[in-house]
């Protein structure tokens, strides 16, 4: 039986490419079914072009099925582990980093919080927990060490 003047197992090989492009260029390998039919519908293909499974529509479709089954529970971990968010430690560069100024006010990890005005904006005051420091009095000269959004982290000079 041939389809568009070709052999069922060469419509399922392309089908499955068809399904692997979707997935890897427009879903950017977000959803593992696409990918798991695809990868299962180019093996089946394969197999049965290669004459190792008959070319009939119903061996082709529920060969697929559980092909992909397989592959999913195979991949599955795997494509987990690579979706999972990893936070960097390291600190983004700034023009910010390294810049010194003095405190109005005493600034402390318990106490309220403490906000400096630089570049027209309202930064709050952290204490780097890597100084040891519980609090800084008014009056002294602080670094910025470090940039996050709307705060500096500082310790003293």
Known sequence: MDVFGISPAQLTIIIG?????????????STIVLLAVGVAAVLVGGLAWAGILPETFLSLVSATGISAGLITVLLWKPLKRLQQNKVETNNVHSDFMGLTFTLDATLSAQDAPVYVKHSGIQ???LIDPASHAQNLPAGSTVKVVSVAVGKFTVKAC
Do not use: A, V
């Not at 490419?17 to 390998?29: A, C, Y």
């Open 123 to 125: 930064w709050q005051l």
């Open 17 to 29: 490419l068809i399904l692997l492009s979707i997935e890897t260029l427009i879903l950017g390998l």
